[in-house]
């Protein structure tokens, strides 16, 4: 079993950048996918990027963070990373990152295919 640890959220200016991290503990990542996924107010936990922990760390993004959020992996720290620039007011929500074993391109959009989530960051994004 693999636990997870968010950090790194904030408030920051629209137009600004903030990195969150995911670490995680009790088991290496190297048996893992990340998924990152974020939730505002009132709204459905959504998809917001992944990174394969395998052949050479393939990696895929929502259409909204496209170009503008990057996330990357530190494996002698156990750590995923989620780097996001040019933030916008909605980018603001509640940031968790979320790990599965053996995940299919076609499910990895879905909270439902993820084993283990942490309890989330706070990302705040003025105007």
């Known amino acids: 079993q693999v636990q997870l640890r968010e950090s790194g959220g904030g408030l920051v200016q629209a137009g600004g950048s903030l990195r969150v991290s995911c670490a995680a503990s009790?088991?290496?990542?190297?048996?893992?996918?990340i998924g990152w996924f974020r939730q505002a107010p009132g709204k459905e936990r959504d998809f917001v990027a992944f990174?394969?922990?395998?052949?050479?760390?393939?990696?895929y993004y929502a259409d909204s963070v496209k170009g503008r959020f990057t996330v990357s992996r530190d494996n002698a720290k156990n750590t995923v990373y989620l780097q996001m620039n040019s933030l916008k007011p909605e980018d603001t929500a509640v940031y968790y990152c979320?790990?599965?074993?053996?995940?299919?391109?076609?499910?990895?959009?879905?909270?439902?295919?993820?084993?283990?989530w942490g309890q989330g960051t706070q990302v705040t994004v003025s105007s």
């Open positions: 979320a790990a599965v074993g053996k995940v299919y391109s076609g499910s990895l959009y879905s909270t439902r295919t993820y084993d283990y």
């Open positions: 009790g088991r290496t990542l190297m048996s893992y996918n």
């Open positions: 990174i394969r922990w395998s052949g050479g760390g393939i990696t």
